[in-house]
């Protein structure tokens, strides 16, 4: 009994061993993987530093407006941020596909999916640093032709032109990484929606002396002339 | 003859009938019925009057009139000028009229012309704009003379103008073109001038005609391109400059089309400003300027809401072009009470400097900087027209001088702040 009970014992600690020293090379494999695309993640990292810092990308992005949020949010600055994000991207790229030589059952349609991922997320973070671009330019384009016009909420409406765009961009991006599609084109189109109507009756309730002004100044010119005060000309 | 591809089949036909002239006169117009045909005759009496023996040709570059503004300038017989100045042209005199495009624009309407006046050898060439009806005959012969006895390139005009029109001139374009390039033009943005055609053909064949920026300030540019070319320059008082109210319709264009094309000529003549002090007189004929003091009723107090309104929206705009010092004294004066406020010349200048440093370094869109210069200037003007009211011509002259003397003396300012922090 005692030699049967030591015989499996035995069988087992062999077969352990044996399973061991199956996996241990995969393990290797594995640690070398990660290793490597450390020094890869690292010098792509120290590269790319190089390249955004020679094309003033941390200029592009506080014209972008991104500089901005990203202090706000306790972040580091976007020239950073990219390079960590392309440093662990690469990094895990390498972790995975080590993984992947351990030969786990369903595991290798999952880092498939990922590797099919990181194309449509990096098409998201573009889609999201330029529409941050436009909203920038833009908000301000609107905001300097309203002060310049005369216009009596100027920041009003540089707000809402930057929040319409940043919500399309929004959805964009979500879209683009099939995040919740239905739920975020049903948000944007309520969001949206409600914006719109929020603006007409704000524009409709409120700007009725606006519009008043404008078409008296249009086409009430001849009542006009009675008190008509000197334009100056600036050339 | 680059520039034939430019031209029409059927302007270029024209121009090649008339063969080569003497004297040509280009007026550019657009919808311009009400003025054009005075203004035809004029320019046709004054080449009858002053050059009768000279070959000369009207050209007329329309920017898209629909109310048959190109008509009335082929249709204005010479006949009519004959007549009226009892004297008769020994030389042909012809008008041909082209449309340039469907909607206008200053810069291609001036790059007809001086693309008719380089295919015609033109001597001596004037633009007159369309809109100065109280133009004489005088004009034509104070402007184009000294080009055509070849003792000056450029013939710019001064007038006798009211004491608060052309506020853009006497606050920025004068004193600063003054500054930077050390001449003392009184009227660097003008409608009105002459030149040779040794300088028309070189300014047509730079190449910031493809440069949309550059196309919006294009008579701003000439002069300036004068200046850096090293020409010869001089100043002819023409009389009186009634007040055009379009002008004064979009503050914001005009900037565009005169500040915007004096900032960007910094840039590439750098070396050439870097180095003058001071500033130096240029040749004038007649008076230098001459102030009118009728009274006007000016909005000033929108002029001063308008500023402090633009200071507090656009302080996020303002952080990336000017200093923090400037722009918390800017928040100051946007504060005070309209008897207490007062732009001060030395603020000013500041500001502008600072605006064409910001330009230079592009910081942001170099449209939005100009547009955002807007509401300070509106803050200026307030200022000088206060300091004005009830000031002479003599006193608004010698505020006009301090303001320009300010201007040379922060000079250096505007040097340390070009290449400074980014």
Redo the contacts between chains.
């Keep these: 009994m005692w030699e049967m009970i030591v015989s499996e014992l035995t069988q087992a600690m062999q077969e352990l061993a044996r399973g061991f020293a199956h996996l241990l090379p995969r393990i290797i494999v594995v640690m070398i993987m990660a290793l490597v695309g450390w020094v890869v993640a690292y010098l792509a990292k120290v590269i790319l530093r190089g390249i955004l810092r020679l094309i003033k990308f941390d200029k592009l992005s506080e014209n972008a407006g991104a500089s901005q949020l990203l202090t706000k949010a306790a972040l580091p600055s976007a020239t950073d941020l990219l390079c960590r994000f392309v440093f662990w991207i690469a990094w895990l790229g390498f972790i995975l596909l080590g993984v992947q030589a351990l030969g786990i059952v369903g595991l290798q349609e999952q880092i498939a999916k990922f590797f099919l991922f990181l194309p449509r997320l990096f098409v998201a973070l573009l889609i999201m640093f330029f529409g941050l671009l436009l909203a920038t330019f833009l908000s301000r384009a609107a905001l300097l032709a309203a002060v310049n016009a005369n216009f009596p909420a100027p920041r009003l409406l540089s707000v809402s032109v930057r929040t319409i765009i940043i919500i399309f961009v929004l959805s964009m991006a979500f879209e683009e990484v099939g995040v919740a599609e239905q739920t975020v084109l049903v948000a944007f189109g309520v969001a949206f929606g409600a914006l719109m109507l929020g603006l007409a009756i704000a524009f409709g309730t409120g700007g009725k002396e606006l519009a008043q002004q404008f078409l008296e100044k249009r086409f009430g010119r001849g009542r006009k002339d009675e008190g008509k005060e000197d334009e100056l000309s600036p050339l | 003859m680059a520039e034939e591809s430019f031209l029409t089949d059927d302007f270029l036909g024209q121009l090649i009938s008339v063969g080569e002239v003497d004297i040509l006169v280009g007026v550019p117009t657009h919808n311009n019925t009400k003025t054009i045909g005075s203004i035809i005759e004029t320019i046709q009496a004054g080449i009858l009057t002053f050059f009768p023996r000279e070959r000369a040709a009207i050209i007329n570059a329309d920017g898209g009139s629909r109310d048959g503004t190109p008509q009335l300038v082929v249709g204005a017989a010479i006949g009519d000028a004959q007549r009226s100045s009892k004297l008769y042209a020994l030389r042909t005199l012809r008008s041909i009229s082209t449309q340039y495009a469907s909607s206008p624009a200053s810069g291609t309407a001036l790059r007809t012309i001086l693309a008719a006046a380089e295919l015609l050898r033109a001597k001596a060439c004037a633009v007159i704009s369309p809109e100065s009806t109280q133009m004489t005959t005088d004009w034509l012969a104070a402007l184009l003379r000294p080009v055509y006895s070849e003792t000056s390139d450029l013939v710019l005009p001064t007038y006798s103008r009211h004491r608060?029109?052309?506020?853009?001139?006497t606050n920025l374009l004068y004193p600063m073109t003054r500054a930077v390039y050390g001449l003392r033009i009184r009227e660097p943005?003008a409608l009105e001038f002459a030149f040779s055609g040794r300088l028309g053909s070189q300014f047509l064949a730079q190449n910031a005609w493809h440069e949309e920026t550059a196309r919006a300030g294009s008579e701003m540019q000439f002069t300036l391109a004068a200046i850096a070319g090293g020409y010869r320059i001089c100043q002819s008082f023409l009389g009186t400059k009634q007040?055009?109210?379009r002008?004064?319709?979009d503050?914001?264009q005009?900037?565009r089309q005169?500040v915007g094309a004096l900032f960007f000529s910094l840039e590439p003549n750098f070396s050439l400003w870097s180095t003058k002090a001071g500033s130096q007189p240029i040749p004038t004929t007649g008076a230098e300027q001459e102030f009118t003091l009728e009274p006007?009723?000016?909005?000033r107090k929108?002029?001063r809401e308008?500023f402090s309104?633009?200071v507090a929206?656009?302080e996020s705009?303002f952080q990336s072009i000017l200093s923090p010092s400037t722009l918390a004294e800017l928040q100051r004066i946007a504060g005070l009470e309209e008897t207490s406020f007062c732009y001060s010349a030395e603020l000013w200048v500041k500001t502008v400097y600072e605006f064409a440093a910001a330009y230079h370094k592009s910081v942001?869109?170099r449209d939005?900087i100009i547009?955002?210069l807007?509401?300070l200037?509106r803050g200026r003007?307030f200022t000088f027209l206060t300091e004005n009211h009830n000031g002479s011509a003599a006193n608004v002259e010698d505020n006009v001088e301090a303001l320009c003397l300010e201007f040379e003396r922060m000079k250096p300012y505007l040097l340390k702040i070009w290449n400074g922090r980014?």
């Design positions: 608060f029109d052309g506020i853009l001139l943005y007040h055009v109210e002008h004064s319709a503050l914001v005009a900037m005169t006007v009723r000016i909005n929108q002029l308008m309104t633009g929206e656009l705009v942001i869109s939005h547009q955002a807007a509401p200037f003007a980014e």
